[in-house]
């Protein structure tokens, strides 16, 4: 039986290799998504570097200044004289907090109050701070739900309690994701990797379910069921033709990893081989066992984009979804791209234990995916 898969699957797979959407799929593609993570890759400012920013206006917007490393904090000050100045200082040499400061030295509160919610509800802030001259007086409030909130609230406290304020404010570690959580921000870079090199894999299963339907219209097929194959032996061909196909595709992407990566990533090469291994395999059967289904390639091809635009979208690579709601996390945990990124984020931890995350998750997706693509042959025999 494993000696006619594997005729089969050479057979096959010499065919897809003529096909002139293997040089896009195979090779283009994959390659153009590690080497997104050079473009997309942003080194973390040196210490030295973070200073104040200084807001021009009152409603000036943050959202391309943030440094997703800190916590940002927009100060609204009304005093803007030195003691106001040594307490943002302070709090900026905490080390985690980006400090964005604005004069509101001529502002009246209503002023105030609707610049504080336009900037809480438009712009990604994650704290807003009120100085008043009575440090008792001071306001301080929560934009979204951020760990290092609780962080920023001591470190004030601290800083307001300290005449002086010649001392300088304790170092204060960065909170990563727990193991439980993504740590995005850590991520991202082999993230937008990730997203793109999705559309690869989803497009090679549609690649084979050409295969598929070419070898049915031809009656290939019906001709190798009067050999001594069975339907089982081409089955396997066809899984075995997924697994060919995507370690072609990894190991370009691997390659590309390689050589033309300048920038750490937290990951090393078995991680990033096997992170992208296990995705490919899933999404390339996923796409064959739609195809399947549907027996179509115009059905499979339109399934397979959806698939793969919006399982990148809920999953979290393209931003952040540590703010979102509740079904929007459950949605999420059903995208494979999600726990390949718990996966990575154990890694970034030193935790091995995101080997067996890993491969434990792709697992219950391929059973999953084996059982349906069954009887999507047998339903398409039928017709």
């Given at each position: 039986?494993?000696?006619?898969a594997?005729?089969m ?21 994959p ?13 973390p400012p040196?210490?030295?570097?973070r200073?104040?920013y200084e807001m ?7 959202a ?8 940002p ?5 009304t ?8 307490i943002v200082?302070?709090?900026?040499n905490?080390?985690?907090?980006q400090?964005?400061?604005a004069?509101?030295?001529?502002c009246?509160?209503?002023?105030l ?7 809480a509800?438009k712009?990604?802030?994650?704290a ?14 929560s ?12 470190s004030?406290?601290?800083i307001?309690?300290?005449d002086?304020?010649?001392v ?9 994701a727990?193991?439980d959580?993504?740590?995005?921000y850590g ?14 894999f989803?497009?090679?299963?549609i690649?084979i379910?050409g ?7 031809d ?10 194959a ?12 997924v697994?060919?196909l995507?370690?072609?595709?990894t190991?370009?992407?691997?390659i ?22 296990c995705l490919?395999?899933v999404f390339?059967?996923c796409?064959l066992c739609?195809g399947l289904f549907?027996?179509s ?7 397979a ?9 809920i999953?979290?690579t393209?931003f952040?979804?540590?703010?979102a709601s ?5 949605l999420?945990?059903?995208m494979?791209?999600?726990?390949s990124?718990?996966a ?12 067996a995350l ?11 995916i ?6 999507g042959?047998r339903l398409?025999?039928?017709?």
């Amino acid at each position: 039986m494993f000696q006619n898969a594997l005729r089969m699957t050479k057979s096959a797979m010499k065919l897809i290799f003529r096909n002139k959407a293997f040089f896009v799929l195979g090779i283009l593609v994959p390659l153009i998504s590690t080497l997104m993570i050079n473009v997309w890759y942003t080194e973390p400012p040196k210490g030295d570097d973070r200073k104040v920013y200084e807001m021009e206006s009152l409603d000036e917007q943050l959202a391309y200044q943030i440094d997703f490393n800190r916590f940002p904090v927009k100060v609204y000050d009304t005093l803007e004289n030195a003691a106001s100045d040594r307490i943002v200082q302070a709090m900026n040499n905490a080390g985690m907090f980006q400090i964005f400061r604005a004069d509101a030295t001529s502002c009246s509160l209503e002023e105030l109050d609707a610049s504080m919610k336009s900037s809480a509800m438009k712009d990604r802030i994650g704290a807003v701070v009120v100085l008043r001259e009575d440090p008792e007086e001071t306001e301080l409030y929560s934009v979204g739900e951020d760990e290092r909130f609780t962080l920023l609230s001591d470190s004030l406290g601290q800083i307001l309690q300290n005449d002086s304020l010649s001392v300088p404010s304790p170092e204060v570690t960065f909170v990563a994701a727990s193991g439980d959580e993504v740590d995005y921000y850590g991520t991202r870079n082999f993230a937008y990797c990730l997203a793109f090199g999705t559309l690869a894999f989803v497009f090679a299963g549609i690649m084979i379910l050409g295969t598929v339907l070419a070898e049915k219209k031809d009656k290939v097929f019906n001709r190798i069921m009067m050999t001594k194959a069975n339907r089982t032996s081409y089955f396997l061909s066809k899984v075995m033709l997924v697994v060919g196909l995507t370690l072609v595709q990894t190991l370009i992407m691997t390659i590309s990893f390689v050589l033309f990566v300048k920038v750490d990533i937290g990951i090393n090469v078995l991680q990033f081989f096997l992170c992208c291994f296990c995705l490919g395999l899933v999404f390339s059967m996923c796409a064959l066992c739609v195809g399947l289904f549907g027996n179509s390639i115009s059905t499979g091809t339109i399934i397979a984009f959806t698939i793969w635009s919006i399982s990148d979208l809920i999953s979290g690579t393209y931003f952040d979804i540590a703010d979102a709601s509740d079904l929007f996390k459950k949605l999420s945990l059903l995208m494979p791209q999600r726990w390949s990124l718990f996966a990575v984020t154990r890694f970034l931890q030193g935790n091995n234990t995101g080997y067996a995350l890993l491969l434990g998750s792709t697992a219950a997706y391929l059973v999953i995916i084996f059982v349906a693509s069954v009887l999507g042959l047998r339903l398409g025999e039928q017709e």
